[in-house]
């Protein structure tokens, strides 16, 4: 059984935990007693730790892959650069100065770091252009799993993850409520950018590779409101261009930039590396919800 430790073992790093911990040997990292209680009772090991320390990481059993999947909890940028940056390095050093080094390293990262392409479509070729202080930190990351890891014998593989829902974070009410503002909805389910990883793992294969993990049908929120109203059988919400939602003068910089920002994420290639969905559109991922709104 492959020894794998999973640093910040959060939303992703739990469900990842619990896929693959029936055939190897998992230890879920988190920073706080409520996180280790949490990995405990998803049936792993747990140790409290934090990525930024190396003594903290020191308790951290050998290992043949760390997933860094830590989180600077939705703070701001110098908590960010943190986490993601120094922690990274500080993870990517103090297992690689070990005896028995692990070989892989996957880092999750996020589709931000495009930038705008007014709808178009991306995918793994189209150069990154972040454009808010967060996402450079997230492009900053990426570059050092790629570029710092192999010099300390690990295989870098970026996981770049699309807008992440599944249970408790399906949001109805932002789109059943609306107003809801016009632009695409790049997503994934929880299981699915899990199962992703787990996948590239199990098959050994993505290493020293970019991979988005995005589903099969990016959509536009508009499209979208309207389906997901009608399956829940309420009246369609209120639809905005992104000038009138611009207009309105009580955005902060960052909500300003994300309107601002727009494309489409294409996931061509973890077809190609052979991944098959659990829940390949919003339709499929979202029926639980939908199920557990109208019996109520």
């Known amino acids: 059984m492959t020894p794998i430790a999973i640093l910040g073992c959060g939303y992703v790093g739990l469900e990842l935990g619990r896929q693959l911990a029936p055939d190897h040997d998992i230890v879920g990292v988190r920073r706080s007693e409520a996180g280790v209680e949490r990995i405990e009772h998803a049936g792993f090991d747990a140790i409290k730790a934090d990525v930024t320390d190396p003594d903290d990481l020191a308790r951290v059993p ?46 999750t990262s996020s589709t931000g770091v495009y930038g705008d392409h007014d709808g178009e479509w991306v995918d793994e070729d189209t150069p990154i252009e972040p454009t808010t202080e967060k996402t450079e930190v997230l492009a900053e990351a990426e570059r050092i799993t790629r570029e710092e890891a192999v010099d300390h ?40 950018a899990a199962g992703a990883i787990r996948y590239f793992l199990d098959a050994g294969i993505a290493r020293d590779d970019t991979v988005l993990v995005v ?73 639980v919800a939908i199920d557990g709104y109208r019996s109520e």
């Open 153 to 192: 014998g690990m295989d870098g593989t970026v996981a770049r993850f699309a807008g992440l829902y599944g249970p408790d974070r399906y949001r109805l009410d932002r789109y059943l409520d609306g107003p809801v503002t016009a632009g695409y909805l790049n997503m994934v389910h929880r299981d699915d």
């Open 62 to 107: 050998d290992v043949d892959c760390v997933v860094f999947a830590a989180s600077s909890g939705g703070r701001g940028t110098d908590a960010a650069r943190e986490v993601y940056v120094d922690g990274l390095r500080t993870a990517i050093e103090t297992f690689g100065a070990r005896d028995d080094a692990p070989d892989r390293l996957v880092y």
């Open 215 to 287: 589903d099969d049908e990016p959509v536009s929120k508009h499209m979208f409101a309207d389906w997901l109203t009608d399956e829940c059988d309420v009246s369609r919400p209120e639809k905005r261009t992104k000038a009138e939602r611009l207009a309105d003068g009580d955005l902060s910089a960052a909500a300003r930039r994300r309107i601002e920002t727009s494309k489409r994420c294409a996931n061509d290639k973890l077809h190609d590396l052979g991944y098959e969905f659990t829940y390949p559109t919003y339709r499929e991922g979202y029926r």
